[in-house]
């Protein structure tokens, strides 16, 4: 959660810090477990505790942030077999070891360093970049925070910052590493290539049954048919119930009220602006406006304080000084204010554009808040129907009777796979909730449904009424995709064949274009080609540009693309030398990139001794409980 509110805030070190964070989730050893004695730490690292309260903090964030990457909300099988919990385990005690090592060396940050790195927190900020106690309460209470424990946790963090920022602070990459690495990145070579499709190849004959016999036994993860599950089902979604919710009038014209902000557009203003230190300055620039010189031009003289950023863009009334707003807003388009003076100095306005404001009406947005209005009316109706469905199934009701008497539609697929599709590899419709197929496929066969609340507030039931395990189809089912699949092998390994056989009789002495010619081929050259940049000549896959890099000039080389539909023989023609010196920024670059690394690589090992050196428990009973 720290780590959010202060999400683009922090320093580089602060970056340094977190990427260590997530080295330590790789696995290392933990000392002995806690045999008991009534400690209900999760874990200890010499005289720090982690507490249950703080592991399941950093445990939940965890999952939400995995849960967003993966696009569905882990539960808890699914974290713990991504082994989320010794991932937040790890994080907690290296943080821990950061905190002992920083209480020995006596480091600590004063109130006033405390204070000025939350009020520079863009969080706890109003729009005009000035800190607000409400919003910094409010953000916080959102957060499950009190000020106390969140400014407490800022000083740790803080304290870790100077402990690692001291120990990495000096280090530097040998600028020859970077330079050579600089030159191994950026050498680019050309060929001249001729590309032979495997489709050219036609004197295929048509495969016996012999043949496809064997080619589907020895390919059978190919032809291997998907487990499929027979499903009922049923849903509940407050779209279902929402054209059936009553909304007052008097209902949709109080939240209109109440949400007229959402309504309302602002008038905005393009502008550009000058300013000066005196008045002076400010009614002689007016001047030369006025006469017809350029706003550019102008802002060119010295006494500008802004020089050439001068353009300002889309503003609101409230994003200028105060003393200049009525000024601006009350010029008409294509003008130029006099000069005003606010707390900045002495400013000259270009209004060159006008963005009227509007409030969208009732009626215009009438259909709009009726709907939301049904929509979260019915969401609450939907919690209450389902309490009593789960009640009703409790009872022994089955799942037909309890879907009668909520009058709610059953549905059912006779084949459905762990994607979602048919038998004939179409999509099922299926319900919208994206736990719905992994539910389904973590259910065993014939057992009670259980109620399940999605993410997006659906909710469903979902019974497996039958299971097809994975199956080889047989070869009369699939006889015509065996057969374009050998024929496509077939073609592959001729044109490959064929490939090699040019590359033998020029690597013996035979004239390329002779060969090429013979052969029907055209020549052509490749654009430079970094090692790393296939994507950049289509026709050249990284197979054949690793080849061609360790080739000498003249070189012969050969291998399919990358989607394998063609087979290219190339003959290394020049090598592109990278020239450090010619691009001192990149080299920086990867110099940055070295010390980052190296930096890394001293933090590891000081965590190593760190760990050695203070004795880490863990109590793996509640740890357990808590996932």
Do not use: C
């Amino acid at each position: 959660m720290l780590e959010t509110l202060r999400k683009g805030t922090g320093s580089w070190m602060v970056k340094i810090l977190l990427g260590l964070l997530v080295m330590s989730f790789a696995a290392w050893g933990i000392g002995d477990i806690f045999t008991g004695g009534g400690d209900t730490s999760v874990a200890q690292v010499g005289d720090t505790k982690i507490s249950p309260n703080e592991f399941q903090d950093a445990y939940q964030n965890r999952v939400r942030q995995m849960s967003a990457r993966f696009g569905k909300q882990l539960n808890n099988d699914e974290a713990r077999q991504l082994g989320i919990g010794e991932q937040t385990l790890q994080q907690l005690v290296t943080s821990a070891l950061w905190d002992e090592a920083a209480s020995k060396f006596g480091l600590a940050v004063p109130d006033s360093v405390v204070g000025s790195e939350i009020r520079n927190n863009r969080a706890f900020q109003d729009e005009a970049g000035n800190f607000n106690k409400l919003q910094y309460e409010g953000v916080l209470r959102n957060a499950g925070m009190n000020p106390a424990y969140y400014e407490h946790l800022t000083r740790g963090e803080m304290k870790r910052q100077q402990l690692l920022g001291a120990m990495v602070s000096g280090t530097i990459a040998p600028k020859r590493m970077a330079e050579t690495l600089y030159a191994y990145r950026e050498e680019k070579r050309t060929a001249e290539i001729v590309v032979i499709a495997n489709n050219s190849v036609t004197n295929i004959a048509t495969p016996d049954t012999a043949a496809l016999t064997k080619f589907h036994e020895d390919n059978k993860v190919r032809y291997t048919a998907p487990e499929y599950r027979a499903l009922t089902w049923l849903t509940l979604s407050a779209e279902d119930l929402a054209d059936d919710v009553v909304v007052s009038e008097e209902e949709i014209k109080a939240d209109y009220e109440n949400r007229i902000d959402e309504y309302t557009i602002i008038e905005t203003r393009d502008l550009d602006q000058l300013q000066y230190a005196t008045e002076e300055d400010a009614k002689a620039a007016h001047k030369l406006l006025m006469n017809g010189a350029k706003f550019e031009e102008v802002s060119k003289d010295p006494k500008n304080r802004l020089g050439d950023n001068i353009a300002l863009g889309l503003r609101l009334k409230t994003d200028l000084p105060e003393a200049t707003r009525d000024v601006v807003f009350s010029a008409p388009a294509n003008t130029v204010t006099e000069p005003v003076k606010s707390l900045f100095g002495w400013h000259v306005y270009n209004v060159k554009t006008i963005v009227p404001g509007s409030v969208r009406s009732l009626g215009q947005v009438h259909a709009e808040i009726q709907k939301a209005l049904q929509l979260n009316k019915a969401g609450e109706l939907i919690y209450d129907q389902s309490t009593k469905l789960e009640d009703e199934l409790a009872g022994g009701a089955s799942l037909k009777d309890a879907a009668l008497r909520y009058d709610l539609k059953l549905i059912t697929a006779s084949a459905v796979d762990a994607g979602g599709k048919d038998e004939a590899g179409k999509a099922v419709t299926l319900p919208k909730a994206p736990e719905f197929v992994a539910t389904a496929f973590s259910t065993e066969e014939g057992a009670e449904p259980r109620l399940v609340e999605s993410s997006i507030g659906v909710y469903f039931m979902v019974r497996v009424d039958g299971i097809t395990a994975p199956a080889v189809r047989p070869l009369s089912t699939v006889r015509e995709l065996v057969a374009t699949d050998w024929t496509a092998q077939q073609k592959n390994e001729a044109a490959g064949n064929k490939a090699k056989a040019l590359v033998k009789v020029l690597k013996d002495g035979g004239d390329f274009t002779a060969e090429a010619s013979k052969l029907g081929l055209t020549i052509k050259e490749t654009k430079p080609v970094g090692r790393f940049r296939a994507q950049s000549e289509p026709d050249m896959s990284f197979d054949l540009l690793a080849e061609l890099f360790k080739a000498k000039v003249g070189g012969m080389a050969t291998a399919p693309n990358q989607a394998g539909t063609v087979h290219v023989v190339a003959r290394l023609k020049s090598v592109i030398v990278a020239r450090p010196g010619q691009n001192t920024k990149a080299v920086e670059t990867i110099a940055a990139q070295l010390r980052g690394g190296i930096s890394g690589d001293i933090m590891e090992q000081y965590r190593n001794v760190l760990q050695k050196e203070y004795n880490v428990t863990v109590n793996r009973t509640i740890l357990d409980q808590l996932q």
